[in-house]
């Protein structure tokens, strides 16, 4: 699809040039007008209804709230969410809720008073077990990574219970049996993700240990504290299991500590691929989130609410990928 960008750089011009130039304003030279017109013909280029449509409403904002932007989860969506934005002529305004529901209603309502076009929303854990009640806004909503209950709302999801069945029972096929593991506190992705863990374990005739589970802040200091406690135990786990980015890396740091040799003699595996991931040594085994797939799907889903508030809700779940490395004893030659 051409975008205004397209037309800009076509033209040797400014984005704005080219918005001028179609919502027929003064002040632009003939002979720029002349070819903008002329490159707008010759690339097809159709102005975006949805961004017109936002242009009579006074409001080419739309509204992103995470729950941690220093998660590189949230990182990746909000690159994703800002390049479609930007494809369509709208700004983001972006905030970060530190899963607080007291700021993240502070800032709804900022974006309500700011009049926004609508609202990608990763809500806190509060107001996801009670959306309805606690989320109040006159405009439209897409909800991505939790799922939110008693509403009929656009959401982009992934399937956490298939990503971590499969990411632990690739550690059960690689011998371990005595999985320490690690959950997003009181999150509907940390639960999913638990009831994934269960399953596998279950499936493979193994019952969950709770001293080896644990609920905590998706923090970089509870990964390296809990691992610290897991490998202090009489009856130590032979791999780790953790459920996101920020937790893995507080893990990964504990483990090097320890100076266990990964895979010998403890494994190690992870949800959300980073930088760091694929370069340590050894190589970390995770399931890869598509989380420029997330931001963009969600951006697409409001901008087609905006243009159509009537249209049937949609519930997108997309798939986590596993990538096999080292740090779980198989290399993935031998797949």
């Known amino acids: 699809m051409t975008s205004i960008k397209d037309v800009a750089e076509a033209a040797g011009v400014s984005t704005a040039t080219v918005s001028r130039v179609l919502s027929g304003k003064p002040h632009v030279r003939p002979e720029i007008r002349e070819q903008v017109l ?3 013909e010759e690339l097809n280029y159709r102005p975006n209804r949805v ?3 936002l242009r009579v409403q006074q409001s080419n904002i739309i509204g992103l709230i995470v729950s941690d932007i220093q998660n590189p989860f ?3 969506v909000s690159r994703a969410v800002e390049d479609i934005a930007y494809q369509h002529e709208l700004n983001v305004f972006l905030c970060n809720s530190d899963e607080d529901p007291d700021k993240e ?12 076009a609508g609202v990608i929303l990763s809500p806190t854990r509060q107001s996801a077990d009670a959306f309805a009640e606690t989320v109040k806004l006159d405009v439209p909503i897409v909800i991505i990574d939790r799922r939110v209950r008693d509403v009929d709302i656009d959401s982009v999801l992934i399937d956490n219970v298939a990503a971590a069945y499969r990411l632990v029972e690739h550690l059960l096929k690689d011998g371990h049996r005595r999985i320490g593991a690690m959950f997003g506190l ?6 999913e993700r638990r009831e994934g863990f269960t399953k596998a374990l279950k499936d493979n005739g193994l019952n969950p240990d709770p001293a080896l589970i644990h609920y905590v802040e998706a923090r970089e200091i509870e990964g390296y504290k809990t691992t610290k406690h897991l490998l202090g135990l009489a009856e130590p786990p032979d791999a780790i299991f953790t459920s996101n980015a920020l937790l893995s890396a507080g893990s990964f740091r504990a483990l090097r500590e320890s100076k266990l040799a990964m895979p010998d003699e403890i494994a190690f595996a992870s949800f959300d691929e980073t ?4 370069l340590v040594e050894p190589p970390v085994t995770v399931i890869k989130q598509p989380t420029y797939e997330i931001g963009q799907t969600a951006a697409e889903l409001l901008l087609k609410r905006i243009e159509e508030p009537s249209r049937p809700t949609r519930e997108v779940i997309l ?13 993935p030659s031998k797949l």
């Open 38 to 40: 002329a490159v707008v």
């Open 51 to 53: 961004a017109r449509s």
């Open 74 to 76: 949230f990182t990746a």
């Open 105 to 116: 209603a502070l800032y709804l309502k900022a974006m309500g008073d700011e009049n926004v």
């Open 186 to 191: 009181g999150s509907t992705t940390g639960r």
């Open 275 to 278: 930088t760091w991931t694929p």
């Open 319 to 331: 798939k986590g990928k596993l990538i096999v490395r080292q740090s779980c004893g198989c290399h």
